[in-house]
């Protein structure tokens, strides 16, 4: 989990993908929507991606991708997301 909590320390909107993935690809876009630029984390592109994955899932993460970081902050996967979206209150998460 060490590199993982590196990874988000000094960023304050961090996901982790796979380009492959199309549910990734939504979150991504549905972050961009609001006018953040995201520090994005291919991990079918990084060399260490197979470690970043078995610590998004020590972390929690089920399945790794996508996972959204804000502040530091493992907000969850799609599910999560999209429940904070429809709630209204993705928005404000990402205006701290």
Do not use: W
Request: glycine share 8%; with cysteine.
């Amino acid at each position: 989990m060490a590199t993982v909590t590196r990874m988000v320390a000094e960023k304050p909107v961090v996901i982790f993908s796979k380009s492959s993935c199309c549910i990734s690809h939504t979150i991504k876009t549905l972050i961009y929507s609001f006018g953040i630029d995201p520090t994005v984390y291919e991990l079918d592109e990084d060399p260490n991606g197979q470690q970043l994955e078995r610590e998004l899932t020590a972390l929690g993460c089920k399945p790794s991708v996508p996972a959204l970081f804000i502040g530091q902050d493992l907000i969850g996967g799609a599910t999560e997301i999209v429940s904070l979206h429809v709630d209204g209150k993705l928005a404000k998460l990402l205006r701290m």
